[in-house]
């Protein structure tokens, strides 16, 4: 059906709805779904969570697990993972498993995929984010979200907007000026609705220019309906209307919340009885409803056509996180060729450090997934070894013991602001008696891997962050490590100064004090049920490692724009003073040197760039790569463009990529398509390698408005 006639047939259906029919289709009658018509055969709208995989089931009306064991899930690498790929096939692959899924457990609606950007690098949730940079942010998200769609599932892309942080996420103010908001802050959200083609979008909790982002006019009226002429439906995040009156004069179509209350939602009775009043008028629902109707036509939830049917825990899905997760490890510091580990002289390996045998599936928020299973570091490397190497694994440090609760987070997640910054590394230590004993108990553990690292020919230490700090509802205080991580290094590579250190989590930590002796650094984000068996692949050279940050990793915290004027996470409000200055585009203007630059990922093979060209016309850059080395790899070439204009802005953008593969020798003709400044059009003459290995074409025609660069400037 075209639009035209979706929306002529869902007008058809509206028109024999009753009003408390109507209302029953626009708030939540179950924590997770609405109601349905039955009389006329129009289902609830049923929804799940989220970006990682197809959430456990809840019951209708309490934050209870139901306990079944038919709701185990393929678990998809998080969403920065998939950054890091900087690979859209990865990333429409991994919307098309989590769509697939979310239909083969009768979902109709996933909420996901997140898409804000990520202004500070202590966001609790920055690992359900994708990028710092609005391009590789929209691309993979627009991609991702093509690839859940073709399931008659809907994307629901979210937080509708400036949603960059958990501390007071329900109240806080984000003051930001509109050029910026559009700048940086937007283009994955238009993207995300124009080309990826999102049928839902969930407003954000907190406020933007003095309203609630749920039913903000400003944002959900004039940029999404009138300026992108979105018509899909908008639902708002769980507990984010809070006002009848707004609500239902905004363009937000379905009110969801986290109490099991229902029928006293702003959308629902008090709804109803203002328009009974005559105080709003019916027209207000009905175009809500007529949006939801048109959703259900394009989902085949009703009307003739057949719906696909999905499905899940197929083997097909592991394999696909496999690749995901093998293209998201980044190899960030490799001396002397320390890495890849010779395979056949391995015989004693210690890994050391919680996160080698910790399982991070069911953690983060709502994000958690029941995952059908989860290969930790420790058993991708064990089963890729075998019987012949020695592989032991001793913890070396241990997390804070978790605070005893029985209610789950999100019943309470609306009390107090909704969110908070961690109080220190020690959260759960709330007690000088509680912070001797861990500290005890961390002096032991890290005296017995200390004692044994040097009895072992290979030591892995396998630490970093877990989801008691990667976590919704929870910002980070800072980036330092937890659990006295760097003392725990620090001794280790006096023993064993040849130690591969890996590091987990899904937002940076600081590695100031140990990253100049250590040899060989590997970032493994939260990476899928396959995770583990990727981060071995790599380890032992059987996958060469191909991620690319999708983030500046600072040094510390302060050297991120936010932190260094003082405006994260603000109060009542915050301020987003830094402008356009958001990650590389701060570190770049001001000359900060971070510790591992956006882009930026090593390889085991070598990369040579030649003649990089641009058409003004069509605005594709061509180039020829050639892989240098003795093995085969995939590297991303990234184009960034620079304005020459006195005024510019910014020193360098974004402006296209590309993934390809070489085998050793191999040389391919890469033709990028770039977003170009207005006019520009360039010729580039040199090519140089800079000091961090990567590659850039440089342009020695200043007379240009524009120039293009392959790799960085
Ligand atoms: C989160 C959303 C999530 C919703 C439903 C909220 O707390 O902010 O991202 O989709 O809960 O679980």
């Not at 969570?49 to 809840?58: T, Y």
């Not at 690292?453 to 509802?473: F, K, P, R």
């Not at 003649?611 to 850059?621: N, Q």
Request: with cysteine; charged share 25%; proline share 4%.
């Amino acid at each position: 059906m075209t639009d035209k006639e979706i929306r002529q047939k869902a007008g058809e259906i509206l028109e024999k709805l009753t009003l408390e029919e109507k209302i029953g289709m626009i708030h939540g009658a179950q924590l997770f779904q609405t109601a349905g018509v039955e009389r006329l055969g129009i289902p609830p709208l049923v929804m799940s969570d989220g970006p990682m995989g197809v959430r456990q089931e809840f019951a209708p009306d309490a934050w209870k697990p139901v306990g079944n064991s038919d709701d185990y899930v393929t678990y998809l690498p998080c969403n920065s993972a998939i950054a890091a790929t900087w690979n859209r096939e990865i990333a429409h692959e991994m919307g098309s498993v989590l769509g697939a899924e979310a239909r083969g457990r009768g979902k109709d609606v996933i909420l996901a995929p997140g898409v804000n950007l990520k202004r500070s690098p202590l966001c609790g949730r920055n690992f359900e984010y994708f990028s710092e940079d609005p391009y590789l942010t929209k691309e993979l998200a627009s991609a991702y979200i093509r690839g859940v769609q073709a399931w008659d599932v809907a994307a629901c892309v979210k937080h509708f907007a400036v949603n960059n942080q958990e501390t007071q996420r329900l109240w806080v103010e984000v003051e930001i000026d509109e050029q910026v908001l559009r700048e940086l802050y937007l283009p994955a959200f238009y993207d995300a609705v124009k080309k990826g083609g999102a049928y839902a979008v969930m407003g954000a909790y907190n406020r933007l220019y003095g309203e609630h982002c749920c039913q903000s006019d400003f944002l959900l009226r004039r940029i999404l309906r009138e300026e992108w002429g979105f018509d899909g439906v908008v639902i708002s995040d769980w507990g984010g209307v809070h006002d009848t009156e707004k609500a239902a004069h905004s363009q937000l179509d379905i009110e969801m919340s986290v109490t099991p209350d229902f029928d006293d939602y702003f959308m629902a009775e008090p709804l109803k009885k203002k328009i009974l009043a005559g105080e709003i008028p019916e027209s207000t629902v009905d175009e809500k409803v007529l949006h939801i109707l048109m959703l259900m036509l394009r989902l085949h939830m009703i009307g003739d056509e057949p719906r696909k049917s999905g499905t899940y825990n197929i083997p097909e899905h592991r394999a696909k996180m496999l690749e995901a997760a093998r293209e998201s490890v980044v190899l960030l510091k490799n001396e002397n060729g320390r890495l890849p580990l010779a395979k056949d002289a391995l015989k004693k390996v210690l890994l050391i450090g919680e996160n080698a045998s910790c399982v991070h599936s069911n953690g983060g928020g709502s994000a958690e997934i029941k995952a059908l299973y989860e290969i930790t570091p420790l058993m991708g490397l064990k089963t890729h070894l075998g019987g012949n190497v020695q592989v032991d694994y001793t913890p070396g440090y241990c997390r804070d013991k978790a605070a005893e609760s029985d209610t789950s987070w999100q019943e309470t997640s609306l009390e107090n602001g909704g969110g908070q910054t961690a109080a220190g590394d020690d959260r759960a230590a709330d007690n000088a008696q509680t912070a001797r004993e861990m500290k005890e108990k961390r002096a032991a553990l890290r005296g017995e891997a200390v004692r044994l690292a040097g009895q072992y020919d290979t030591v892995i230490y396998v630490g970093g962050l877990n989801h008691d700090h990667d976590s919704e509802g929870n910002d980070r205080r800072d980036m330092k490590l937890p659990y006295e991580q760097d003392e725990l290094i620090l001794e280790l590579l006096d023993v064993k100064p040849d130690m591969v250190i890996v590091m987990m989590g899904g937002s940076p930590v600081e590695m100031g004090q140990w990253v100049d002796r250590a040899s060989a650094v590997v970032w493994h984000w939260y990476a899928g049920m396959e995770g583990g068996n990727a981060l071995a692949e790599v380890l032992l050279g059987e996958t060469n490692p191909s991620g690319k940050l999708p983030e500046t990793f600072y040094k510390t915290h302060t050297d991120c724009s936010a932190h260094a004027l003082g405006e994260f996470p603000g109060t009542d409000t915050v301020a987003y003073r830094e402008g356009r200055y958001v990650g590389y585009r701060y570190n770049d203007k001001y000359r900060i040197e971070p510790q591992f630059s956006f882009g930026y990922g090593l390889s085991y093979t070598s990369f040579e760039y030649r003649d990089a060209d641009i058409d003004p016309e069509t605005g594709i850059l061509t180039c020829y790569v050639k892989n240098t080395g003795a093995v085969a790899g995939k590297e991303t070439v990234q184009v960034y463009r620079r304005d020459l204009a006195d005024d510019a802005p910014v020193i360098k953008e974004l402006a296209g990529f590309e993934k390809i593969y070489l085998e050793p020798g191999e040389e391919k003709r890469v033709e990028i398509t770039v977003e170009m400044c207005n006019d520009a059009g360039t010729e580039y003459t040199a090519t140089t390698e800079s000091s961090a290995g990567i590659r850039s074409v440089e342009n020695t025609d200043a007379q240009e408005r524009c120039v293009y660069c392959v790799g960085c400037l």
